[in-house]
């Protein structure tokens, strides 16, 4: 179900942006023919949608705040590794 949040410029930092939020999804698609069934398994990644057209302080579009939105929420290499040794697992040894 997505919702709606208020999240901050990527950009400037100053002015809050309404976001809608849709969540990572998980489906299966099943299809039957003469020769048998077939499942195949179907992800939508999570996504998230601007609803203005541009940011009013510093006149990003619509477009760009999304891109930089989705490639800003992932983890630095710092907190990875601190999430690997609390497992347990060495990170100098992993491939």
């Known amino acids: 179900m997505p ?3 208020t999240e901050e410029c990527p950009f400037c930092k100053q002015r809050v942006i309404k976001v809608m939020h ?3 999804t998980f489906s ?3 299809t039957r023919c003469r020769a048998g069934r077939n499942n195949e398994n179907i992800r939508s990644p999570e996504r998230y949608e601007v609803l203005a057209d541009k940011c009013p302080d510093c006149g990003k579009s619509k477009k760009e705040i999304e891109k930089a939105l989705a490639k ?3 983890l630095p290499n710092e907190e990875i590794v601190r999430r690997l040794r609390e497992a347990g ?5 992993l491939k």
């Open 3 to 5: 919702e709606i949040l």
């Open 22 to 24: 849709k969540e990572e």
């Open 28 to 30: 299966i698609k099943r």
């Open 72 to 74: 800003g929420k992932e």
């Open 89 to 93: 697992l060495d990170p100098t040894k």
